[in-house]
């Protein structure tokens, strides 16, 4: 007792303010984003300490950066590579392990592990959200989800589809659980591409290999074959779908990356208009999931990013050069020769998102919330060229 005593008065004594400087450095270079914040807030000497001068994507996430996330299948570790600095960094995430990434949102991985388990995984919060198993094993062809999933209504979206003529479609909302597994018949063919569908004005968007559409209308479970846009004639290796600020974009890619073409769908007339310019935005590209953002790097800005590398550094295409180059190298090419592509990836990007431990349960009754329905379009894929197994 009287030891005890003791250490109390020492507790008691000690000042927070106290603590050595470089010490204080080296306890926030090991915090992550929620806790950095924290940090700063306990008194004006801590909040004096400035934040590490690296990029390290969980410890110190940018909001607004993106980041190449590659989970290799049997390993526990996660692998993230920022397009810009060229930083690399490898953390071990046991929860992940013998775990696929199937699509990122937001800030969250969807994730599949052996034949039936899906879960959420966000890599800056080490928030998981368990999902009802799938009803028999499923070869996911694509899936996306239409918001957070802490969010109220959050709906998960999936399809498998063999042939040309039909396409079985998987869904499942917050709270509900089991899934709800339905086939439909094309009204047109369609070969869906390898890229994840996305979620554009309350509906999901299928891109076919050859610049056709199928949609899902999840209001009353309705599937089409778009009779406009028509196919494209170009021959195409590869084909992303990206929403951009509210229209809808694809990307095409012949093979070897010797032509790249950037359409806009205009909804009204049903075509593809050919885009030569994206402006301030940046389109990152990947099979599991693609978006575009607005730079807030100069230098980011009109390019789109690939999951390719050319020694250290990350491939992009630039729109005002019509080359593939990187950053922090002389390399430039009007093909994808001596680049390397990372399999097993996608885009992600930090988000300061607040939410409960009860909104990590998947049937958590928000009735009583005061969060609206957060039906955010896809600003936002198989193992590589594999159909995806879940």
């Known amino acids: 007792m009287a030891k005890q005593g003791e250490e109390n008065k020492l507790m008691e004594g000690r000042n927070w303010t106290d603590i050595p400087e470089d010490l204080l450095e080296t306890i926030l270079s090991s915090l992550y984003l929620k806790d950095v914040q924290r940090f700063h807030l306990v008194c004006k000497t801590w909040q004096s300490v400035a934040d590490p001068k690296f990029h390290h994507p969980l410890r110190y996430p940018v909001v607004e950066s993106q980041w190449l996330v590659q989970k290799i299948y049997d390993e526990d ?28 949102k937001d800030g969250w991985l969807f994730m599949s592990r052996d034949d039936y388990e899906i879960f959420f995984y966000n890599p800056f919060s080490n928030a998981k959200i368990e999902l009802p198993d799938l009803p028999s094993r499923c070869f996911f062809r694509g899936v996306t989800f239409t918001s957070t999933p802490t969010s109220y209504g959050c709906m998960v979206f999936g399809f498998s589809a063999s042939f040309e003529d039909s396409v079985t479609i998987f869904t499942i909302k917050c709270g ?15 070969f869906p591409s390898h890229c994840n569908p996305i979620f554009h004005n309350e509906k999901f968007y299928i891109l076919g ?78 099979i599991r999931n693609s978006f575009s953002r607005k730079s807030v790097i100069d230098v980011m800005k009109n390019k789109i990013y690939f999951p390719r590398f050319h020694g250290k550094y990350c491939v992009f295409y630039s729109l005002d050069t019509r080359m593939y180059e990187t950053f922090g190298s002389g390399f430039s090419k009007d093909s994808l ?17 607040d939410y409960s431990e009860e909104q990590l349960d998947w049937f958590y009754d928000s009735s009583n919330a005061s969060d609206d329905i957060d039906h955010s379009a896809d600003s936002s894929t198989d193992d590589d060229n594999s159909e995806g197994e879940s």
């Open 176 to 190: 509900d659980e089991d899934w709800i597994e339905k086939e439909f018949e094309n009204n047109l063919p369609i």
């Open 77 to 104: 570790k996660c692998k993230f590579f920022h397009p810009l600095y060229g930083d690399r960094y490898c953390v071990d995430i046991p929860e992940l392990r013998d775990a696929y990434i199937r699509y990122s």
């Open 337 to 353: 020769f001596d680049t390397a592509e990372l399999s097993h990836c996608c885009w992600i990007e930090p988000r300061e998102d």
């Open 209 to 286: 290999k050859n610049g056709n559409i199928g949609v899902y209308d999840p209001k009353d479970e309705h599937w089409t074959v778009l009779d406009n846009p028509e196919k494209l004639n170009e021959y195409i290796y590869e084909n992303y779908l990206v929403d951009c600020d509210g229209d809808l974009m694809a990307v095409f890619v012949a093979s070897t990356g010797s032509q790249i073409s950037v359409y806009k769908l205009d909804e009204l007339k049903m075509d593809w208009e050919e885009v030569n310019d994206l402006g301030d935005h940046m389109f990152f590209l990947s």
